[in-house]
């Protein structure tokens, strides 16, 4: 992925976040804003939801005074971090994968905010941004983490799939999805034992989960939120993340973000770049969305960011190639494309001197683009936000290559109001269900004994 640079950067005169704060008071109990080209049923379930007042029980109140944390069995002072193991499996002897969790427990009472990384362990974006985030440029007396003036708790777990992670694979041990695999269960297969220990030890007393992926195998990401829009809390911090696509759905039947919506806990998940590769701009991105949704709780002391825009989209186009041979994508993830513009091009090396181009079916934003570079007819090469409305605001974030510049990834973007971000909306639907559902089974190959029960719909 080409490095975006800040030269279309058209906001670098703004004022930075904490000048513009004042303003911040004057407009803060305004409701949250619905898109109105969204599809109407739709829209009717996201502000129903939005609407919705009935008071949720309340576990703490600011006012109250600073109290110990109860965690995993650990009392945590007020004001104070501990690092604490948490193993995967409960065991007397054998594997039971401990994993380090930073618990961040704030002088003054507030919401307790879970942050993952690597429930696919070759999703490194998340370990990495998570890992700076526990060190010493963010977390400390003074730092954007600042314990002392934290309100309420953050927990930090950089690598959740210990055991895939060091195998440098999604999957568990036994070749299982564990973002697939929630709630599970005590006495069933090793996956499914995982995933019912971290939803009941780890999740469960979290009021919001931030969950961090990149693509898988074979393609990537432009940094996105995915997020269910009408699930009130998740919509909340979908937004405050504050960058520009965020993709409406309930997440896969399985995955961590549907049972924790289900659990009325607010989840979103980030996905930025692919597997097995640490791309920069999308771990900036990320450490960025995340500091900005602790703001926007007021867990941290301090405003929030916010984009110019933000796409809401409701569904997507696929590019397909219609040809097979070797892919030389030309337009990489986050390019505003127009329509019949080519993305791709197709060559066969039993076919010396022919190609074939892929061209873009409609105009939009390319979210993901495949990294593998064997293709048959039918396979999608790229996946596309068909944007139809707000061409004009979205072409000022462009760079000269016509890549969006996500915010959070061309330095401190200015603060705004919420608003004052205005909402394009993206008509459609998901085919096969779910975003990633047209990607079809992963390239990372299954051996026999890992054949496991995992799911197309792989993100
Ligand atoms: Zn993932």
Redesign the pocket.
Known sequence: MPVKGSDADDEGSAKPVEAAAPRAKRRRSQPLKVANQIPQSRRKEIEKALEDTSPTPKKWSRKDGPKYHQFLRKRISPGTVRQIEFDLLDVDIGESWPIPITVVHGARPGPVVTVLGA??GN?LVGPLALTYLCGPNFLGEGEAIDPAAMAGTLRIVPVVNLPGYRRQS?YMVDGRDL?RSFPGKPDSNTTSRVAHRLWNKVIKSSDHVIDL??A?VGRTNMPQIRANLAHRASNRIARAFGIEAILDNEGPKGSLRRLANDSGIGAITYEGGGSNEADPESVQVAIYGVLNVLRSLKVLPGYPSRPRFRILASGSVWIRSDQGGLLDVLTPAGSFVEEGETVATVTDPERPGESYDVLTPTRGLLISTATHPFVNAGTPIGHLLPVTRGIKTLRKRLDPEGCLVTSGSDGDPPWREDEDVEDISVIGEWSGGSPDAEWGRNEESLTDDEAGEADPN??
Do not use: D, I, M
Request: net charge neutral.
């Open positions: 429930l696919h999703e999604r973002n992926h990149t898988a792989w993100t």
